[in-house]
């Protein structure tokens, strides 16, 4: 499923892109987007479970959210030549979805991989 998609599917009422996240993708890709441009990149992006997540190298705080009953969902996409890991979780008010931070690859994120993205997504 995409970002648009799952957006759509939820319900979703307003979809917000933190400076962190923005930020974070200029650091790790050296590109800076717009959020404009970044929506438009989240709306193609693919979504991915937890457990893809972790086979792909990373290690996403999810645990740690669902405990403090924060639902969040990952979505990979590409910018410039690097993948990044959008997180998405529900705001405060009903139909609010953030994307609050972005992961990106770094040598421990690919010392930990154990499978490329199209083998995860098939």
């Not at 979505?75 to 997180?87: C, N």
Request: proline share 2%; glycine share 6%.
């Amino acid at each position: 499923m995409n970002g648009e998609r799952f957006l759509r599917l939820s319900k979703a009422e307003e979809f917000l892109i933190s400076r962190h996240a923005l930020q974070r993708m200029a650091e790790r890709a050296g590109v800076v987007l717009s959020k404009k441009e970044a929506c438009k990149r989240f709306f193609r992006a693919a979504q991915l479970k937890p457990w893809q997540i972790a086979l792909l190298g990373y290690r996403p705080a999810y645990s740690q959210r669902m405990r403090r009953g924060i639902r969040s969902w990952y979505f990979r996409l590409v910018i410039g030549e690097r993948e990044m890991i959008a997180v998405i979780t529900e705001g405060e008010s009903r139909g609010q979805y953030i994307w609050v931070t972005t992961y990106g690859r770094d040598r421990q994120v690919a010392l930990q991989q154990m499978a490329s993205f199209e083998r995860v997504a098939a």
